[in-house]
């Protein structure tokens, strides 16, 4: 914590070296992984947990080789019914009756798709990281804003980065 001429406090620099240690091991297996997704797709990857009721973005890794690109930091949180990372957290749970149809076809397909949920106008594909138990550990996803990117081939190779996260953590 850190505190201001006025008396307030915030969150301090020391945060980030916490929150590097924050399910380190998942975060170790899932950077490799990441880090190949951005360069593949040329696109912003990201792992998320769930915390409570919420998706909260763990690490980030974003591509080296495009003129632009979407920053999504650490620390980022929304709902856990919303956006792909949310939605792909919450597909290995068994399915009820007040399922979003997005949710359904998350599980028919293996990984979940979201257009401006989170934010206005952005993208995102995610894919759950199955704990040895069947749940959901977290989820690896990607962030874009291209109207024409292959959705099919991004979720393709997000569950496939998922299956590799979580062969890494038994």
Do not use: C, N
Not at 32 to 43: F, N
Not at 69 to 78: D, E
Not at 95 to 123: K, M, Q, Y
Not at 149 to 160: F, L, T, Y
Request: aromatic residues 4%; positive net charge; without cysteine.
């Amino acid at each position: 914590m850190e505190r201001d001429t006025a008396g307030r406090y915030w969150l301090g620099v020391g945060v980030s070296a916490l929150a590097r240690s924050v399910r380190s091991d998942l975060q170790a297996a899932a950077l490799p992984r990441l880090e190949a997704l951005a360069a593949a797709l040329s696109m912003t990857a990201f792992l998320v947990v769930r915390v409570g009721g919420e998706a909260v973005t763990v690490a980030s890794v974003e591509p080296h080789d495009t003129a632009a690109h979407v920053v999504y930091r650490p620390g980022t949180r929304h709902p856990l019914d919303r956006g792909a990372p949310g939605l792909a957290l919450l597909m290995p749970e068994a399915p009820s009756v007040g399922d979003r149809d997005a949710l359904r076809e998350a599980r028919h397909a293996g990984w979940a798709s979201s257009h401006g949920e989170v934010i206005p106008g952005f993208r995102s594909v995610a894919a759950p990281v199955l704990g040895a138990d069947g749940g959901a550990r977290a989820a690896l996803a990607v962030v874009f804003v291209d109207a024409t990117a292959d959705v099919v081939r991004i979720g393709q190779a997000v569950v496939s980065a998922a299956r590799k996260v979580a062969a890494g953590l038994r």
